[in-house]
């Protein structure tokens, strides 16, 4: 099954069996395949956000904890402002149905409960 975003589910949850920062990867839209530790910052906060806010029923707790504590251990905890590429058709369209892009002053910014987390950005 895939949603909206293009994301594979069995059943309702990304199923993740002892994971680790050791033995964690993520595959992305474009079929890069990368272990946590060797994302970089903006692309760990990125997927903090997506988890978070577009599709936190997809993933397991452990998932969750685990992006949790990779952003306190290298971000002290602080992610930084969401940048969805605008190329990634589908997140931006996600986004857009939850109500949390609005134009301003010719940027496409994210909003969530009435505060700015980041922009889209223009790849």
Known sequence: ??????TKHEGDIVRVVNVTRDNFSW???DGVTKGIKDLDD???SNI???IKYLAPEYYSDKTVNLFNEEIDIRLDGIPLPYKPLRSF???IEA???KGYLKEVEGKTL???DGREIGE????
């Open 42 to 44: 903006q692309h760990l």
């Open 27 to 29: 595959t992305n839209f």
């Open 1 to 6: 099954m895939a949603d909206l975003l293009g």
């Open 110 to 112: 994210v909003f969530v």
């Open 120 to 123: 889209v950005f223009e790849d």
């Open 89 to 91: 058709s589908r997140e």
């Open 48 to 50: 903090y956000y997506f």
């Open 95 to 97: 986004l857009r149905l």
